[in-house]
């Protein structure tokens, strides 16, 4: 069965991650273009991804949720490193690639942002972007995210050293946005 | 399921191994004709596959690949006694005797040389190749691997005693050789 | 699944024992014909037979493969004992009645011996014999064993006691065997 | 038996971490002014540090050394988060009250550069200072670490939120600072 | 109880490696100059040890025993990846700092070496020594090991990527060796 | 405690092997001139010995009995493979090399047989002897075994390939035999 939608939006909903939704998850977890951004290196069989959703997905640090646009689903929005006491967490996405150049991802990271600002009560919220991609940083940015700092050289990317870029954003800052985008 | 393309090639694929691939993997690891040049001696029954899927492919020393032509298994791609911290794997692969003479073993191994050192940022391959399997040092040489050394009545062959020969190749040497054959 | 061919020959091949064997093989270890030249006393239960496949035929000590006719199943033939590190092991095989008389067991033993002494560089195979099992010493004598000697009343059979025969054949003299043969 | 000098120093040197030290790990672990600056807001009991030696010291992500001078522990530094393959790890570190001033942090956090370049054959160390902790910054910038972000609002400490800011140091510049030094 | 002799020779003897000997391997595996030509990059606690001994020193992959000299410990000696059916293994050792210089290391690789030959039945050893490791590679030419290989690029050592050389004996070599020495 | 008289001869008496008796064994089991009859080439350390006591001497397959001259362990005898049904096993023993000379073999041994044709109804008992162990054979003759077989190459010792000589003694015999030393 499909998973329920935990946070409803205009195009796209975020919903549970189900068993069903294991063939879409690897074949997108394996794919190059979508794993990379990820710094993920390994093969993941179908095996690994029920595991995955049975570990990971159903796990205690943080949360995993399938994006899906008119139900169909079209990538994967989560928030780690969760420390409830500090306020703080990690975002984190993915789009499968034809679901590229939509706005689906940021209209998910959104509405991941109003989950976790308004029902998680976190306080400030981060994300790293591999130097050179493009995509994710624009969608931060999009959000209101600042860029924070600059890993030197922190990752390897198609052979080559780069640099890791950190972003942050604070709940009062996202309300405001939301605010701006409200008027 | 069938497996998810994890690298894509011009004629050949590498996709995670799957349950659904065991009968394949069995008659071919079985096939003396395989198993030998592999120094392979255990008869592997069905239960002995699904352990290796299990165990080895899902396992976290390196990575095990199956290699696909127009969409059907020809053979396995793996990367075993990987030390990440000194960057270094070793290189394998085996094609069932059907698929031998079309170059997909060289396609295969070129595909994983490009993962181990662009994404795995591996420094270096090894691979070792019993003395007289002239179509496995072939290969190697094609990719750029050099010989770096004989290590003499290493192994037992057809009941005679042979060397083992140990190949190396750097990946500043594989992108240079890619850069040659791009131009 | 069928098993996987391991060693093939021209009339009988080797393969792996699988979960569908395992009625072939209830049947011929409980019949006493086949059982009790192997001086085996004990029924073998479904249960038996499934522990035994588990237990022994993926067992680390020595291998055990069906000997298949025209594809099917007709035997059974192993190495047991085996000490790697001496080059020794012992040669075992039974038929099952119906398959007596066709020079299957020596065909069998002889391409199990081959495996032994060109794949896993054995130095020599040892078998045994009860006293007046002319049928099974006749397959030994014809693959080269030597008659190494006689341990005097060291089974009972029939309910006489009967010396076990003691064979024995040398990687050497078997390959000197196989060129007289192929002269 | 008291810990073996696995990196021996001028004054200080980094041991092993044995059931002896677990009197001292508690006292200092559970004393506000040495768990603050860490974010540690846990008691630790006997047995949580005994469970933390046998997990987390002799666990393998990163590795935990006790900084001893003239033979007694005076602090623990450890490196964790480490990946290998993208050649990063961070770095931490802790000092009782008592030997606060004596540079001992600065020689041991020193060292564990040294054994991470030259040894672990690591690209880059991180680490991580709450605003306002002057004497671990203060550290950082001595063996050459660069502040390379500030993560806005991410810690709370003293009842008020403070930046987290990101320090990084590349194992070219460690080793053109070593040169420095040694002039 | 200390360990028993397993292979004696004129001045250094080969005995078992028991729990009394924990503290002499804790001190000497966590000596940078002990463990850097072995490698060897984590601490060791009295826990480690305690494990190492009982999965390493008494497991079954090749053997270990304690080099003592007089009486007293003063190194390690061992067989790893030992493959029986293949006849090979590789050679290892290390001697405590204050023992170096008085051929000790020669003397009881040399014992191992026999042991390997005439009581294991092996037929090669390989050793591998880091490029730069002269006092290892002057051991293994004593005893008459050749040269068979320089992995290119294969190890990382004081910070730099360095070669690795691969040594091999072949049991007729050492034996004439043997005889050489005793006219 | 030191080991119960178990079957009491007239200068040495069998008895059973106790938690005491380690050292004893350790000693004698790892040394070259104990060990190297008896086929063993692997260390045994305090913690081996004692697992083997548990194991072997406690287990179900055969006995084991300490021999012992005036009270003192002097070496080891014992049964093995031995299968009630068919009324057969094999001895074995060993005795330190400063006991060695003074009978104390043949008289355990004799206990041994006596215990085994009297006591455990046993008809048969074999034992195997390396080539060139004289010492060993005559013991076996002097009880009235004879010599049944000459297993060719069977073994590897001092480096080369030695037959393994196959002796068998029937309960009659070694009564006939008692009775004509009776006389």
Chains 1, 2, 3, 4, 5, 6 share one sequence.
């Not at 306020?87 to 959104?110: F, I, K, N, R, S």
Request: aromatic share 8%.
């Amino acid at each position: 069965m499909p998973g329920s939608v935990f946070k409803p939006g205009d195009r796209v909903s975020l919903r549970t991650v189900e068993a069903g939704d294991d063939e879409f998850l690897r074949r997108h977890r394996n794919d190059p273009t979508v794993r990379r951004p990820l710094g993920e290196v390994e093969p993941k069989t179908a095996a690994d991804v029920a595991a995955y959703r049975e570990e990971v997905v159903r796990g205690e640090d943080g949360l995993t949720l399938l994006i899906c646009a008119e139900g169909d689903p079209v990538g994967l929005a989560f928030l780690f490193r969760e420390e409830p006491r500090s306020g703080v967490a990690e975002l984190g996405y993915w789009l499968a690639p034809e679901a590229w150049g939509d706005g689906y991802a940021t209209e998910a990271a959104d509405l991941l942002c109003e989950h976790a600002f308004d029902e998680r009560a976190l306080h400030r919220l981060s994300a790293r972007v591999y130097e050179g991609n493009d995509a994710s940083a624009n969608v931060l940015e999009k959000l209101g995210f600042l860029e924070e700092g600059r890993l030197r050289e922190a990752n390897v990317w198609g052979g080559e050293r780069r640099d890791t870029l950190r972003y942050g954003l604070l709940a009062r800052e996202w309300r405001a946005n939301r605010e701006g985008r409200a008027d």
